[in-house]
């Protein structure tokens, strides 16, 4: 298993690798869309893990300039247990402390509380001082 920085050709084995792992997801036209567009943006903190010919775990690294936001963290079942998560979160930290972001948020779906413990053991803690609220335009 090796880790490397995701470029725009990964792109459809990401995608499958995110279907197996349970991510609620959008078409995957409008993924391909955003994945493009996170690539663009944050070259330097999108990271997927790889095993036996294909990808096993991917993880964004985002910012807004003062803050930075870790999106679609994921490993294949298969994979899970392993450490890859792990080392896939401990990737995207180091970039985003690089570009001076001290406070990383993760958005964790209500339908997938049980990683909360694994993010935790990687030294996050639950914010309750925000509401996430959407509008689809």
């Avoid at 197996?20 to 944050?42: P, T, W």
């Avoid at 803050?67 to 994979?79: E, I, K, M, S």
């Avoid at 080392?87 to 990383?104: A, C, D, G, M, Y």
Wanted: hydrophobic residues 40%; contains cysteine.
């Amino acid at each position: 298993m090796y880790i490397r920085l995701i470029n725009s050709q990964d792109f459809s084995d990401i995608y499958m690798m995110w279907k197996d792992a349970g991510l609620s997801l959008y078409s995957y036209k409008k993924e391909q869309r955003e994945f493009d567009q996170m690539l663009s943006i944050n070259p330097d903190s999108c990271f997927a893990a790889f095993a036996e010919g294909k990808a096993v775990g991917s993880v964004f690294g985002t910012t807004n300039g003062s803050r930075g936001f870790v999106v679609h963290l994921a490993v294949r079942p298969a994979w899970q247990s392993k450490g890859i998560g792990k080392k896939l979160l401990q990737s995207v930290e180091k970039p985003l402390r690089k570009r001076n972001i001290r406070r990383i948020y993760i958005m964790i779906d209500t339908d997938n509380l049980g990683v909360v413990p694994f993010y935790e053991k990687s030294g996050y803690s639950l914010y309750t001082a925000s509401v996430l609220m959407k509008k689809d335009i």
